[in-house]
């Protein structure tokens, strides 16, 4: 349960990232996501954000924070850490576009 409150919160925090109305909602908002991609357990809930948010922003968060996760340099993650993201995310995409090609070896080669 508790993951899921937090997977709410998070929606709402992106929510109101993008489409807050006054600069201050929206800066506490950027910070609070901010602090939540450098957490510890930021793989975790990106894929739980990917796999049961509801909304297109934190979704958007999701594969962004993954995505840098991956690309950033020097590189923070462990090899073993990077393979479990090029796996969940080819896993992903298999499960959820139905126009993928498993085997496209582009995308494993780009998530390198």
């Known amino acids: ?7 709410a919160q998070l929606e709402l925090l992106c ?7 006054g600069a201050t909602q929206r800066n506490e908002a950027e910070k609070a996501l901010l602090t939540f991609t450098n957490s510890p357990d930021c ?3 990106c ?12 979704q958007l968060l999701a594969a962004t924070t993954l995505t840098k996760m991956v ?5 923070s993650l ?10 969940y ?3 992903y995409l298999a499960n959820h576009d139905q126009n993928f090609q498993a085997t496209d070896a ?6 390198f």
């Not at 349960?1 to 997977?7: G, N, W």
């Not at 929510?15 to 109305?21: M, N, S």
């Not at 582009?106 to 998530?111: D, E, R, V, Y």
């Open 1 to 7: 349960m508790a993951d899921e409150q937090e997977l």
């Open 15 to 21: 929510k109101q990232l993008y489409e807050a109305t």
């Open 43 to 45: 793989l975790t809930k």
């Open 47 to 58: 894929q739980l954000l990917l796999e049961r948010g509801e909304s297109s922003y934190a």
């Open 71 to 75: 690309s950033r340099t020097p590189c």
């Open 78 to 87: 462990t090899l073993q850490q990077r393979l479990e993201i090029r796996n």
């Open 89 to 91: 995310i080819l896993r």
């Open 106 to 111: 582009s995308i494993s080669a780009t998530l």
